[in-house]
């Protein structure tokens, strides 16, 4: 085992924590706000369980916000607001183990940069690296996949300071009842200091984009998922029309897209135009359908080649609310049909796509694929665009399917529902119980998810 703290990483370095009172902090949508009494900001995870302690002996709740690309309250506090912005950093690489412990407020883009110098990878990654480590894992973001799942499934060990100001260690060998559930802890457990993910040899993938008709994709979805490692498609509401990605390994050459015809895709037309596009369309709404068909339409086949984290992820600059269900695997089709001929006949008018992946079951105690092979439906609206009916709509028909929201995306579903939808939701909050029976991690959200 060798230790290190790689430069691009550690150049924060381990200068003192910072804390006082604290202005209004804002999450990356915009829809959440909120004004803590206290902000701190910890450069060790001794620093980290002083601010916890003396939290709770001042009487004041506890949260931790990374990047703030939750689009629910689920960090919001009126007490103290710890922002990791100084736990960043590799702590070790372990290569017997193939293994790397990281610092909690690492955010995936540096994170992923790094391991890749080291020829290393995560398995699989969600779609955007904005996120903090902890973030990412706290919330059960994913990405799509056959047979690999999301970023927590990959999590080995993790470090945690719990309530009463400890610091402790869980992983499969260690306290395994705190790390099934800790893996995606809702923040409701304790504050993530460090987290070690399993790791492989950096390879590559080929990815194949590719439009595709709504019904095409609707009757092959089965067979598109068993042939590809990662298949994913987005079906642009108002218009029959999806675009497809299949991720598959690789052994090269690496073919990345061209620097022009790249920025003109992912930059110029995905956010650039696409921002104009929503802009307008939040201006004039009947326009929308006619906006979408064109959208629809713009981007082209391609294919290309590359490590995975510039494959698996893209830029996102167009800023937008999202809610997303998971539903089982089985019922995606149907509930999108639903979701469609619902679009179709209202008077909404949805200028987002609606994203659809995969991720086989695990065994994370509130994973949205805790036991079940899932798909992801995820619907989003242009900031600033009355969501509301769209929203209440959708989540109709992926609650008739068993759907468990995101923990990190709007929704509106409580304790009671989502304790029939866990069939392992009273192993958690009985755990909740154990580690923070005084609810010093406690907020208006995770009460109404989790019950007092």
């Known amino acids: 085992m060798r230790s290190r703290t790689l430069n691009s990483l550690g150049s924060l370095g381990r200068r003192n924590g910072r804390s006082g009172a604290s202005g209004t902090w804002r999450n990356w949508a915009g829809n959440v706000s909120v004004r803590p009494a206290r902000e701190v900001r910890p450069a060790s995870v001794e620093e980290l369980a002083d601010a916890v302690r003396s939290a709770a002996a001042d009487g004041l709740r506890v949260k931790t916000v990374g990047t703030g690309h939750s689009f629910t309250s689920i960090t919001a506090t009126d007490g103290l607001l710890i922002r990791p912005d100084l736990l960043t950093g590799i702590r070790r690489i372990d290569r017997a183990a193939m293994t790397v412990t990281v610092e909690s407020g690492t955010p995936l883009r540096r994170l992923n940069a790094a391991l890749a110098r080291e020829g290393l990878s995560l398995t699989n990654m969600g779609d955007i690296t904005e996120q903090t480590v902890a973030g990412a894992i706290s919330t059960g973001t994913h990405g ?256 008739a399917h068993g759907g468990r929201p995101h923990w990190g995306k709007m929704h509106t579903r409580d304790a009671a529902y989502l304790a029939e939808a866990y069939p392992r939701f009273g192993e958690f909050t009985a755990l909740r119980d154990r580690l923070d029976p005084d609810r010093l991690f406690a907020n208006p959200y995770l009460r109404r998810v989790l019950g007092d």
């Open 144 to 399: 799509t996949g056959r047979d690999s799942a999301s970023i927590a499934a990959q999590v080995r060990e993790l470090e945690l300071v719990t309530a009463d100001g400890r610091v402790t260690t869980c992983s499969a060998q260690e306290s395994p009842e705190v790390f099934a559930a800790a893996r995606i802890g809702l923040g409701a457990l304790g504050v993530v200091s460090a987290v070690t993910f399993a790791v492989e040899p950096l390879f590559l993938l080929t990815a194949r984009e590719e439009p595709m008709g709504f019904d095409r994709v609707t009757a092959e979805f089965e067979q598109l998922h068993a042939e590809n490692e990662h298949f994913e498609f987005y079906w642009f509401p108002h218009t029959g029309n999806c675009n497809t990605k299949r991720n598959n390994r690789s052994h090269g050459p690496v073919d990345p897209p061209g620097a022009v015809s790249g920025w003109f895709e992912d930059e110029f037309l995905s956010n650039g135009v696409f921002q104009v596009a929503n802009s307008f369309g939040r201006a004039l709404s009947a326009a929308v359908p006619a906006i979408a068909r064109i959208s629809s339409r713009a981007l082209s086949a391609r294919t290309y080649t590359d490590i995975p984290y510039k494959v698996f992820t893209s830029p996102r600059r167009v800023r937008f609310v999202e809610m997303e269900y998971a539903v089982p695997r089985e019922a995606a089709v149907a509930a999108l049909r639903e979701l469609k001929a619902m679009v179709d006949r209202s008077p909404l008018r949805v200028s987002f796509p609606v994203e659809v992946r995969t991720a086989p079951a695990d065994d994370i105690t509130l994973s949205t694929a805790s036991g079940r092979d899932t798909a992801y439906l995820a619907v989003h609206m242009y900031r600033g665009t009355p969501y509301r009916a769209y929203f209440t709509a959708a989540e109709r028909i992926m609650t």
